[in-house]
């Protein structure tokens, strides 16, 4: 077991004790289920709730749901300018069992907003987009990114990079331990033109490269392995620390930015997504077979939805938007709307 904390914010309606209790408890049962806290293994819980807040202690709540045993301390913390009102925020430290990467912090109600006064210093907005292959994502991400002047990263795109390599070097995807060997070699840079990714490996930019049928079938592959996975997370995440995002790919609301302030969970019909593929592939002029490219998709949902590692999967705070009738017009609409007014 190790000793984490976890933090979590919430805000209140009115300075009433009863607000106050009911939304701490709210609060705390939400951090407690979500990281599966024994609440025997609390070992201490620190609340600290902003000026406005002076009808009771949150700290009360925390006898409501049955913690007992632990030290609790509650702070009032200073005034900042612009900075939310109404504010209770906790850490709660605990014996758990999970990894400090895997930590749930929970935000709730206002308090999923950015907090101006640390926020804008070293960390953006940031916008999760994850689903299956063909759900659009990467279309409304463009869309989205060139309407709110955010910048569009494609992280699909850096599984697709390493695959590139490894076909072009003779190195098979499936052996785990060729991949590793080779990761050092592997040097993969970023650029935002206007807003749009382009990708470069060992200084070629390979963005066009990358869009083949069979660099999508292997890097569902590549993206098996554990240390592939964590090369390109650090480079996801540091990108989002210095940026506003829209970060679209399969574990982002889940694993990548699991504090992410907007997450969206795209999906469609299967039937739908190889249409769009086919489209797609017509376009650029590529011989294709439908049922082929049907079958090509349902077996990387498989390989994505399976494996190991931040398989693709739904966040529980995520919106899942089903795109199979709408156009990508008003998929865009619909997420710009929820971002605007999560940004407030
Ligand atoms: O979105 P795409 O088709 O460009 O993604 C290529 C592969 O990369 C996909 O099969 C799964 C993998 N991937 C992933 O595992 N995690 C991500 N965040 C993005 C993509």
Same mark, same amino acid.
């Given at each position: 077991?190790?000793?984490?904390?976890?933090?979590?914010?919430?805000?209140?309606?009115?300075?009433?004790?009863?607000?106050?209790?009911?939304?701490? +408890?709210?609060?705390?049962?939400?951090?407690?289920?979500?990281?599966?806290?024994?609440?025997?293994?609390?070992?201490?819980?620190?609340?600290? *709730?902003?000026?406005?807040?002076t009808? $009771?202690?949150p700290?009360? !709540?925390?006898?409501?749901?049955?913690?007992?045993?632990?030290?609790?301390?509650?702070?009032?913390?200073?005034?900042?300018?612009?900075?939310? *009102?109404?504010?209770?925020?906790?850490?709660?430290? !605990?014996?758990?069992?999970i990894?400090?990467?895997?930590?749930?912090?929970?935000?709730?109600?206002?308090?999923?907003?950015?907090?101006?006064?640390?926020?804008?210093?070293?960390?953006?907005?940031?916008?999760?987009?994850?689903?299956? !292959?063909? #759900?659009?994502?990467?279309?409304?991400?463009?869309?989205? #990114?060139? +309407?709110l #002047?955010?910048?569009?990263?494609?992280?699909?795109a850096?599984?697709?990079?390493?695959?590139?390599?490894?076909?072009?070097?003779?190195?098979?995807?499936?052996?785990?331990?060729?991949?590793?060997?080779?990761?050092?070699?592997i040097?993969?840079?970023?650029?935002?033109e206007?807003?749009?990714?382009?990708?470069?490996?060992?200084?070629?930019?390979?963005?066009?490269?990358?869009?083949?049928?069979?660099?999508?079938?292997?890097?569902?592959?590549?993206?098996?392995?554990?240390?592939?996975?964590?090369?390109?997370?650090?480079?996801?995440?540091?990108?989002?620390?210095?940026?506003?995002?829209?970060?679209?790919?399969?574990?982002?609301?889940?694993?990548?930015?699991?504090?992410?302030?907007?997450?969206?969970?795209?999906?469609a019909?299967?039937?739908?997504? $190889?249409?769009?593929?086919?489209?797609?592939?017509?376009?650029?002029?590529?011989?294709? +077979?439908?049922?082929?490219?049907?079958?090509?998709?349902?077996?990387?949902?498989? !390989?994505?939805?399976?494996?190991?590692?931040?398989?693709?999967?739904?966040?529980?705070?995520?919106?899942?938007?089903?795109?199979? *009738?709408?156009?990508?017009?008003?998929? #865009?609409?619909?997420?710009?709307?929820?971002?605007?007014?999560?940004i407030?």
């Open positions: 077991m190790n000793i984490c904390s976890i933090r979590g914010a919430i805000t209140i309606e009115e300075n009433t004790k009863e607000n106050i209790v009911i939304n701490t +408890e709210t609060l705390l049962n939400e951090i407690i289920e979500k990281n599966n806290i024994k609440k025997e293994n609390i070992i201490n819980i620190v609340f600290s *709730s902003t000026k406005d807040i009808k $009771a202690y700290a009360i !709540a925390t006898r409501n749901i049955g913690i007992t045993d632990c030290a609790i301390m509650c702070l009032q913390e200073m005034y900042v300018e612009e900075s939310l *009102s109404m504010c209770i925020r906790v850490m709660i430290t !605990a014996y758990l069992d990894e400090k990467q895997d930590l749930k912090h929970i935000y709730l109600k206002e308090a999923k907003k950015l907090r101006p006064d640390i926020s804008l210093k070293n960390t953006g907005f940031a916008v999760a987009i994850d689903g299956p !292959a063909g #759900s659009g994502k990467s279309t409304v991400s463009k869309i989205i #990114s060139k +309407e #002047s955010f910048i569009y990263v494609d992280t699909g850096m599984f697709r990079t390493i695959t590139l390599y490894c076909l072009q070097n003779n190195i098979n995807c499936n052996n785990q331990d060729e991949v590793n060997k080779e990761l050092n070699n040097n993969i840079s970023l650029n935002f206007n807003g749009i990714q382009q990708i470069y490996l060992n200084n070629e930019n390979v963005t066009e490269k990358i869009r083949t049928q069979e660099i999508a079938k292997n890097a569902s592959i590549i993206a098996q392995i554990p240390s592939v996975r964590e090369k390109l997370l650090n480079i996801q995440r540091e990108i989002a620390n210095n940026n506003n995002v829209i970060m679209d790919g399969r574990d982002i609301g889940t694993n990548v930015l699991p504090n992410a302030n907007v997450k969206i969970y795209l999906d019909d299967i039937d739908e997504r $190889a249409k769009r593929r086919c489209e797609e592939l017509s376009t650029k002029g590529e011989k294709f +077979e439908y049922d082929k490219v049907r079958q090509g998709i349902i077996d990387r949902d498989n !390989a994505d939805k399976n494996r190991k590692i931040a398989p693709l999967k739904k966040a529980d705070d995520a919106i899942t938007i089903n795109t199979t *009738s709408l156009s990508i017009y008003e998929v #865009s609409d619909k997420i710009i709307k929820i971002i605007k007014e999560n407030k």
